[in-house]
């Protein structure tokens, strides 16, 4: 795409048409187009998973994300996940649990596990551990991950 292209995009169920290089990162575009700055500048090779967003309900790493393979494609962001002042429950349990010390990975956390959870709601701590494994967190909070993770699929189960 020339770097004077209109793409559309639909984030958090609104949609946005920018003029906009479609080889740009969909990362770059969230945060300094779009303002959406939850989705975090991590390693920006796709390895840490501070990046993650929700693509169509799946997991994808918007720093490795060119803008024009998402264009038409329903995108979620951290700030698209609450429902008006309630939190997602997967929101809530990691606030529940202190699943985070300095914050830094837990957007991408968040939406990794709320992905998980759609297809394996009712994981063992074996399944939670290899679904989150891609996430790094600097404060080595995993064993309060794990238990976020445990109490969502709870609180979602009913």
């Not at 720093?63 to 998402?70: E, P």
């Not at 700030?79 to 309630?86: H, K």
């Not at 991408?108 to 959870?117: C, Q, S």
């Amino acid at each position: 795409m020339a770097s004077s292209d209109t793409i559309t995009l639909r984030v958090n169920g609104a949609e946005h048409r920018l003029t906009a290089d479609g080889s740009r990162t969909l990362l770059s575009v969230l945060r300094t187009e779009l303002g959406l700055t939850g989705t975090k500048y991590g390693c920006g090779t796709g390895q840490c998973g501070a990046c993650v967003v929700l693509l169509e309900d799946k997991p994808a790493r918007s720093c490795h994300l060119q803008l024009g393979a998402v264009a038409g494609r329903a995108v979620t962001t951290i700030e698209g996940l609450a429902q008006g002042d309630s939190l997602h429950p997967v929101q809530q349990a990691f606030v529940d649990e202190q699943a985070f010390q300095c914050g830094y990975c837990t957007p991408g956390a968040i939406l990794e596990a709320v992905a998980f959870l759609r297809r394996n709601p009712h994981p063992s701590v074996p399944e939670i551990k290899e679904a989150m494994a891609g996430h790094l967190c600097r404060c080595a909070t995993y064993p309060r991950i794990i238990r976020a993770v445990q109490a969502a699929a709870k609180q979602l189960a009913g």
